[in-house]
């Protein structure tokens, strides 16, 4: 495992690739629903992330619309999975993403240089110009571009898969 990034090299890397991005700090959020009350505050399309394994211990990493609701019962026959899925546990995600559990963003695909982990976008996501994630710490919110989501994404050796897995 490469060292774990921090919020300012992630802030750093987005400067060196000159993407624009706001940072929103707030108090811890784990949950789409302690996030809710930053709507008003911060625009955009807000993303939950899941963090799954499959039977092959092949690893993904889905992000969706907050309210998108996926069917974990057949999400493999879409994503490529080898069988079913189920989450991914804390020690992977740390090892792969930098991550802990209640923080898992896009964004953490900084910290998995070897590509351990496949990078799935559901398609309604990019309808949102603006997409909110969390900077490897769930105690604040980054906007960037749906486009430079994706750019960040390449640049680290991540080219997402961009399916519709939603429901």
Known sequence: ????KSKQDLFDALDALEIEYKN???EPVFTVEESTSLRDDIPGGHTK???LKD???NYFLVTLEENAVVD???IHTIIGAKGRVSFGKPDKLMEYLGVA???VTA???IND???NVTMVIDAPLLENDIINCHPLLNDATTSISRDDLIKFAKHFGHDPLIIKVSQ
């Open 113 to 115: 240089t070897q590509a």
């Open 1 to 4: 495992m490469t060292e774990v």
């Open 101 to 103: 559990p209640g923080s």
């Open 107 to 109: 964004l953490s695909v």
């Open 49 to 51: 992330n899941l963090f």
């Open 24 to 26: 929103f700090d707030h």
């Open 72 to 74: 974990l019962k057949v």
């Open 55 to 57: 039977k092959k211990s």
